[in-house]
């Protein structure tokens, strides 16, 4: 049974960063693929970042458009932990971010963690 355990979620300012770290644990071999999308009140989940691998040193990455060139995914496999640095924060990246995992055996959603930006 795979788990998804995200945290670093908080409130800031317009121009902060924060990075959103998402723990894979239990069983989590075969999954190749792991990303962030966000929603806010009203709003459809939005993709934001993706990170897939082929092997422990090969590895793609993605991103939404809002959020190119201001968030940076990353992996440390060793902790199968996946990370999303986000700078430049604005008010419009206020949102739920929810962590997601993709393996041969199933699309999971972790827990959602709170990102609020003021302006």
């Known amino acids: 049974q795979v788990q998804l355990v995200e945290s670093g979620g908080g409130l800031v300012q317009a121009g902060d960063s924060l990075r959103l770290s998402c723990a894979a644990t239990g069983r989590t071999t075969n999954t190749y693929a792991m990303g962030w999308f966000r929603q806010a009140p009203g709003t459809e989940r939005e993709f934001v970042a993706a990170?897939?691998?082929?092997?422990?040193?090969?590895?793609?990455?993605d991103y939404g458009n809002s959020v190119k060139g201001r968030f940076t995914i990353s992996r440390d496999n060793t902790k199968n932990t996946v990370y999303l640095q986000m700078n430049s924060l604005k008010p419009e990246d206020t949102a739920v971010y929810y962590c997601?995992?993709?393996?041969?055996?199933?699309?999971?959603w972790g827990q959602g963690t709170q990102v609020t930006v003021s302006s």
């Open positions: 990170i897939a691998w082929s092997g422990p040193h090969t590895y793609y990455t």
């Open positions: 997601n995992l993709v393996s041969n055996l199933q699309n999971l």
